[in-house]
């Protein structure tokens, strides 16, 4: 592999990651508020965070891209606060996959939220568990599976995210060059073989996570 | 299980306390914090592979061939270190213009350099660097004109809206007078590289894409059919290395162009 690749395995990686912990923080209590309450207001917000879903990435790219501009209002405001430009760059990437990936961390957990039963945050709350102390103590425990499940489902398609990176990502290596835009790039200079690799790579590793994320006593996680 | 229909307070509190205490056999939430660390460590670690920034050079897709060799002959001659991201003109003057980091745009006409001068994104004036060429790829040369007015011959060309090499196409296929034109069937790339590719899988009978793709095959399409495909350099005003993309243009522009001639290219009027 050369050093292009290997700098577009890294970018991936830590886009994954950072992602991912940022979809937790915010995926987790969301999903517990939307677990836990019901209305059209919920039914509302439980749309938006679905959207990526079902609309074609090019709907976000677009907004994104120009949202992200140094002549738009975030772009701006970020360029104040941390004196880097947002677009094209890696905070970006950052930006376009929580969004794009926040259903696939929200649903699971929000489905593993509602089957908690509420005798059990009852019954510790007669033990004196504070609400905060309930989430940590019962719901965080009973839900460890959907909590690695989501997670690992943020990352996966993290990973696996094109067309919102393609768009407001630039394709420029070491910098937003993550591995789905160089195997693109490969495909389009015609370089198969290099191509074939990343691709194969990619369906390698994608296929592990499942396996191990569908094997169901495998890691004992919860129940 | 919970066992929540025990109601004994001294076995509750001692439950309400075991249950959660993760089992050895368990992945803990220790476990899952020592992955964490271990993958951040092995980005930081696969990050540092390209400690030096490098110059950043947005190239239109018929030269990113051409484009990769220079960077490697002046990368090792200047020990500057190049990135190169490709794409077809239009999309990359327009990520440009939408504040992508690029040093140099090397594009593939003259109006996108210019307009993005006027409205200040350029250092210093847009240069030519080279002239590029149009071959009709798939054709017998003896008779390409009637091959070309076929309508039953399916084209793969650039999309005109982002690409010069496209727009030279569409002025070729309307200069060709194609009978029935309707009928035709015809493919385009987000870019040229892209239109040859499509041609080259057998997705399309012909196509109409830059000679430097394909020097050696195709023929050549007349420079008056089109108006002359006249390739733009730009330095952008935002470029962090002003003085290095300054070096890289001048090797460009003057040692470099016997190798663009090689590919191709012409030189510029």
Redesign the interface.
Known sequence: MS??E??A???T??LA?VST?ILMLLGTPLAWWLSRRRGLHIAFIEALVALPLVLPPTVLGFYL?IAL??DALP?QVWQQLTGD?????FSALVIGSVIYSLPFVVQPLQQAFRAV?A??LA??AT?G?TPADQFR??VL??CRRSL?VAAALGFAHTVGEFGVVLMIG??????T?VLSIALY?H????DYGSAHRLALGLVLFSLTLLVLLYRDRG???G? | MVPGTNTHPVTSELIYNGWMRPRSSDLTWTTLVRIVTAAALLCVTIDGVGAQQPLRIAVAANFRDAAGHIAERFQREQGIPITISSASTGVLASQLQRGAPFDVLLAADRQRPNALAEAGHALVEPTCYALGRLVLLGANSADWRAELADSERSLAMANPRSAPYGQAALAVLERADVADAGKRRVVMGANVQQAFQFWHSGAADLALVARSLSPEAGVLIPADWHEPIEQYALISAASTRPQQAKAFLDYLTKPAQALLQARGYEACP
């Open positions: 050093p292009t290997w700098a395995v890294g970018l990686l830590r990651l912990v891209l501009a140094p772009g430009q947002l677009a094209f760059s039963p005798s059990s019954a510790a033990l568990a103590s019962v425990p009973l690695l630039g394709n420029i290596p070491g910098e060059q790039d495909v389009e200079a015609m890691w004992r996680l129940r």
